[in-house]
């Protein structure tokens, strides 16, 4: 397969290209007499080209005998045996400082979380978080909540009490107490209006070193209990008599 370069704009192609022998970029003819190294000149006789056919510079028989002037060479890059040795140490040397600094990178210590939280409550009863928090470092906790939570949702307690509330974007943060021991955190709301939320608690002791718990929660209206008809009470109460 020969690459033939277009003497009008200078693009390169293939010959197996599926627009060949016509340049894709201006059209040009690339297989025409002109570009062919037999051409034997205007209105001549062709020496290569079967049947020896007159052709001229715009002619394009097709030819099987067509050689291109212009044609793109690859050039093979050679090194010599002490540059090709000095390119393999400085990749060894190069990947060894590679894997010692990912080997040696910090790994911040894990948080492991475990939480539970009824799927359906009732409108005006109260909703608590239960979570199991362990920590291999001993650093104080930071328990996040969505502040958006907090419009459907009245926050009654959270046990331990935290030391510190502040306010990062979008969460409220608690600084918990730390504890070397799986810590027990509750968190306690009211339901205040109807409908399914997505709940979501992050807990964290480093920027990157954090857990998050999420789960769906659905509140309901509170429903009155069905009463009889008043003809099956007035049965009812004669049938017990």
Same mark, same amino acid.
């Given at each position: 397969?020969?690459?033939?370069?277009?003497?009008?704009?200078?693009?390169?192609?293939?010959?197996?290209?599926?627009?060949?022998?016509?340049?894709?970029?201006?059209?040009?003819?690339?297989?025409?007499?002109?570009?062919?190294?037999?051409?034997?000149?205007?209105?001549?006789?062709?020496?290569?080209?079967?049947?020896?056919?007159?052709?001229?510079?715009?002619?394009?028989?097709?030819?099987?005998?067509?050689?291109?002037?212009?044609?793109?060479?690859?050039?093979?890059?050679?090194?010599?045996?002490?540059?090709?040795?000095?390119?393999?140490?400085?990749?060894?040397?190069?990947?060894?400082?590679?894997?010692?600094?990912?080997?040696?990178?910090?790994?911040?210590?894990?948080?492991?979380?475990?939480?539970?939280?009824?799927? !359906? #409550?009732? *409108?005006?009863?109260?909703? +608590?978080?239960?979570?199991?928090? =362990?920590?291999?470092?001993?650093?104080?906790? &930071? %328990?996040?909540?969505?502040?958006?939570?907090?419009?459907?949702?009245?926050?009654?307690?959270?046990?331990?009490?935290?030391?510190?509330?502040?306010?990062?974007?979008?969460?409220?943060?608690?600084?918990?107490?730390?504890?070397?021991?799986?810590?027990?955190?509750?968190?306690?709301?009211?339901?205040?209006?109807?409908?399914?939320?997505?709940?979501?608690?992050?807990?964290?002791?480093?920027?990157?070193?954090?857990?998050?718990?999420?789960? !769906? #929660?659905? *509140?309901?209206?509170?429903? +009155?209990?069905?009463?009889?008809? =008043?003809?099956?009470?007035?049965?009812?109460? &004669? %049938?017990?008599?």
């Amino acid at each position: 397969m020969r690459t033939i370069v277009c003497p009008l704009c200078g693009e390169w192609m293939d010959e197996n290209h599926p627009d060949f022998p016509r340049c894709v970029y201006c059209g040009e003819r690339l297989t025409r007499c002109g570009l062919c190294r037999a051409f034997p000149g205007e209105g001549k006789a062709c020496q290569r080209a079967k049947g020896k056919p007159i052709v001229y510079a715009s002619t394009d028989i097709n030819c099987p005998s067509f050689q291109p002037k212009f044609v793109a060479r690859n050039y093979r890059l050679t090194l010599t045996y002490h540059a090709r040795w000095q390119m393999a140490a400085s990749l060894m040397f190069t990947l060894s400082v590679l894997i010692v600094a990912f080997l040696s990178r910090p790994v911040p210590p894990r948080i492991l979380v475990s939480a539970t939280a009824p799927s !359906k #409550v009732v *409108v005006g009863d109260s909703l +608590e978080v239960k979570m199991l928090v =362990k920590a291999t470092e001993n650093k104080p906790l &930071r %328990l996040r909540l969505d502040r958006r939570l907090l419009t459907d949702f009245q926050l009654v307690g959270i046990n331990p009490l935290p030391t510190h509330v502040n306010q990062i974007g979008q969460f409220y943060e608690f600084i918990l107490p730390s504890s070397r021991d799986p810590q027990p955190i509750s968190v306690v709301f009211k339901c205040t209006r109807a409908g399914e939320y997505a709940m979501r608690a992050k807990i964290m002791t480093a920027t990157k070193n954090w857990a998050e718990w999420q789960t !769906k #929660v659905k *509140v309901v209206k509170q429903t +009155e209990p069905i009463k009889p008809p =008043k003809g099956l009470a007035i049965l009812a109460m &004669r %049938l017990w008599r």
